[in-house]
Nanobody, 124 residues
């Protein structure tokens, strides 16, 4: 049975850092496109960063470019999101997800299987 286990969220002050982890089981993460998404209260879910190992293509939302980095560890079947220089507007529930079709989009509607979500709060 496929499963994602997310960890690493929490409360951090502006300018701080967090690393989110999403460990997959029941399938090989490297075979598919994988992404991180977030949803703030009252807002639509948005793509933060997506990665496709087959061609190395990586997407970052303009709002996180230069601050966030997506990476994978195939041995651990895990995808990470390193978040630096965090801002209050980064506060949201963050989700990892996989696209079984391994498309090139980072649109939430194209992703099939989702983690449970983890809260990130940036506040002084």
């Amino acid at each position: 049975q496929e499963q994602f286990v997310e960890s690493g969220g929490g409360v951090v002050q502006p300018g701080g850092s967090l690393r989110l982890s999403c460990a997959a089981s029941g399938f090989t993460l490297d075979y598919y496109a994988v992404g991180w998404f977030r949803q703030a209260p009252g807002k639509e879910r948005e793509g933060v960063s997506c990665f496709k190992s087959s061609d190395g293509s990586t997407y970052y939302a303009d709002s996180v470019k230069g601050r966030f980095t997506i990476s994978t560890d195939n041995a651990k079947n895990t995808v990470y999101l390193q978040m630096n220089s965090l801002k209050p507007e980064d506060t949201a529930v963050y989700y990892c997800a996989t696209d079984w079709a391994s498309g090139s989009s980072c649109s939430p509607g194209m992703y099939d299987y989702w983690g449970q979500g983890i809260q990130v709060t940036v506040s002084s």
